[in-house]
């Protein structure tokens, strides 16, 4: 049986500072302990744990460069169990772990407020002639990308090269309902420049079908091993080959698609010849064609479109929600999930405008094209280019994403709260409910640990196992608790 | 020998396409209002020089 597919987003943002050339680090910087200052709850990360040089391939590489230390300094936990921190010049929220993709789409929400909230403080304290505006996007136009990355945890037994062959289809497909739409190209090898539309922003920074970089010859599969949890049992798989999204329902059907396939592939369950022959070059031919016909080439010889894929992916799901049922991603999630991917699919054979409420890349080119074709504009104008940007501003009285009535499935007390109250069925419970309770005898914390100021010695309590310390096992303990010294001694030796 | 009345069923069919049809042609009217709407609130709100604002946006490489 399929592992939970206890799932979260890491979303680098984008940020500029107007009115004067301060570094990005800086700004970001500014964001993060702005946010810091009005929650005094928050605490710092805990690095001992991190080995991102480590290779699910099975080695260490010893020579690699890891640039993130270097901002050790502006990184915090918040009560909602999320980090919050500068990672590469980028502000970068991580939301809490999340045990489906609905509760997924309600963090990365919470997340997006959390930038804002930061934003309007930042600027509160600056002159009125500097102002730090942040984006929710992948690309500069420029050559440069930020990531939106996706987590997923999963059984240590399922083979790598099966994962990362199995999923791949997929991750070079699924640009058609969850990309977010981009004026431009920057690949080195395109010969067309600004005017071309884009169904994805990131599409042109993947040069590889599998490796561990992620700044450079992006591979579409990862191998960062780094679990984060019991490495005896699980795998957390990190995924890089996706757009940021403004939409919630391409939120939640990005992250709820991964999750029922990644569950499939577990179960053996995924169909053995939807495998592709040349997968960089398909992602790219696949963002560079808004009709849809595009196809591309199976190991086995086949041609398929993206769409075709993508059917097929969803009747190997139906045969696997029957034979399997739909327990590693929560029934009911995974039969929502079902039903908008097939709606999406249906939507956009018959005509993708149909999606424009629900679909990034969709809403932006209806912008574009309607705007362009008011104005009498060429396709290469900086006002398009302008659009594409301004999609993802997150000032609320800027942002275009904001106008277009995508679809919304949370509401907004959800996301209040979300904000401050960690998810009830991960680990994420107990890392926030501890800081909320001791804020100031929480010295540290980090994804599979807390350290404790227990008095006359710090305590760090590990959380090798994401689906403990959820307020099942562990609400009434935090109850019955005065001090972190109590709470710790009743734990044993873990959570 | 009765001939079979075909006419009926042919003004039901017509009658069910012209409600599809019309049906379409609202939500078709409706993209049409919404978006000239939303062109013109971007009129307002997009980035007064467009062309400065998209050569100064550039980001550092991140993951």
């Known amino acids: 049986m399929a592992v939970a597919k206890v799932c979260g987003i890491e979303t680098e943002y984008g940020i500029i500072f107007k009115g004067s050339d301060v570094n990005p680090i800086t700004a970001s910087s500014m964001l993060v302990g702005a946010y810091s200052s009005e929650n005094s709850q928050m605490t710092d990360w805990d690095y001992s744990d991190e080995h991102p040089t480590q290779d699910a391939r099975g080695y260490l590489i010893d020579d690699y460069f890891i640039p993130d230390l270097d901002t050790q300094l502006v990184n915090t936990v918040l009560t909602n169990g999320a980090r919050y921190y500068v990672d590469h010049a980028h502000p970068e929220v991580s939301t809490p772990e999340c045990r489906t993709a609905l509760e997924v789409v309600l963090y990365d929400r919470a997340g997006e407020e959390i930038i804002r909230r930061s934003t309007q403080l930042a600027n509160q304290a600056l002159p009125t002639d500097f102002e730090i505006v942040t984006y929710k996007n992948n690309s500069d136009g420029k050559g ?5 990355h996706e987590n997923y945890l999963m059984a240590r037994s399922t083979p790598f090269s099966q994962i990362a062959a199995q999923i791949t289809p997929h991750f070079v497909s699924r640009q058609i309902f969850c990309g977010a739409g981009k004026m431009g190209s920057e690949h080195k090898g395109s010969s067309a420049g600004g005017g071309v539309f884009q169904l994805s922003q990131r599409a042109d920074f993947f040069e590889e079908e599998i490796g561990l970089e992620t700044t450079i010859k992006r591979p579409i599969v990862n191998t960062r091993d780094e679990p984060h949890c019991d490495p005896t049992l699980y795998r957390r798989l990190h995924v890089i080959a996706g757009d940021a999204n403004m939409s919630e329902v391409a939120t939640l059907l990005k992250v709820g698609t991964t999750a029922i396939i990644l569950a499939m592939i577990e179960d053996g369950c ?16 696949f963002s560079h064609d808004s009709t849809l016909t595009q196809r591309a080439m199976l190991r086995d010889g086949q041609h398929m479109t ?25 029934e009911a999630t995974g039969n929502i999930v079902l039903q908008k991917w097939e709606e999406v699919l249906n939507g956009l054979s018959s005509d993708p405008l149909s999606q424009c409420h629900v679909i990034d890349w969709v809403a932006k080119k209806r912008i574009i094209d309607g705007f362009k074709q008011r104005h009498t504009l060429k396709s290469d104008d900086a006002r398009l280019k302008a659009i594409d940007l301004q999609y993802h501003d997150m000032r609320p009285e800027r942002s275009l994403s904001a106008r277009s009535n995508l679809q919304v499935l949370t509401r ?7 904000i401050t109250q960690p998810p009830e069925s991960t680990r994420a419970y107990f890392r926030g409910t501890a800081l909320q309770r001791w804020p100031d005898q929480v010295v540290a914390a980090n994804w599979d640990s807390v350290i404790f100021d227990a008095g006359s010695t710090l305590h760090r309590v590990p959380m090798p196992e994401p689906l403990r310390g959820t307020k099942a096992l562990v609400g009434s303990l935090f109850e019955s608790c005065q001090t972190p010294r109590q709470l710790i001694d009743l734990l044993g030796k873990e959570v | 020998m009765t001939e079979q009345i075909k006419k009926p069923k042919v003004v039901r069919e017509n009658t069910a396409v012209a409600d599809v049809e019309s049906g379409q042609q609202n939500r078709t009217t409706n993209l049409k ?4 709407n939303l062109l013109d609130e971007i009129d307002e709100v997009l980035e007064t ?3 400065e604002f998209v050569k100064s946006y550039v980001q550092k490489g991140g993951q």
Not at chain 1, 144 to 148: A, P, Q, R
Request: charged content about 20%; proline content about 7%; hydrophobic content about 40%.
């Open chain 2, 49 to 51: 020089n467009a062309q």
């Open chain 1, 144 to 148: 440069n990308s930020y990531g939106c």
């Open chain 1, 270 to 285: 995924y169909p053995p010849e939807l495998l592709l022959g040349r997968p960089v070059e398909a992602i790219r031919e």
């Open chain 2, 33 to 36: 209002i919404e978006l000239d």
């Open chain 1, 306 to 330: 993206a769409l075709q894929i993508q059917y097929s992916l969803l009747e190997a799901a139906h045969r696997y929600a029957l034979s399997h049922g739909l327990d590693a991603v929560d």
């Open chain 1, 412 to 418: 907004p007390e959800q996301v209040q709260r979300a």
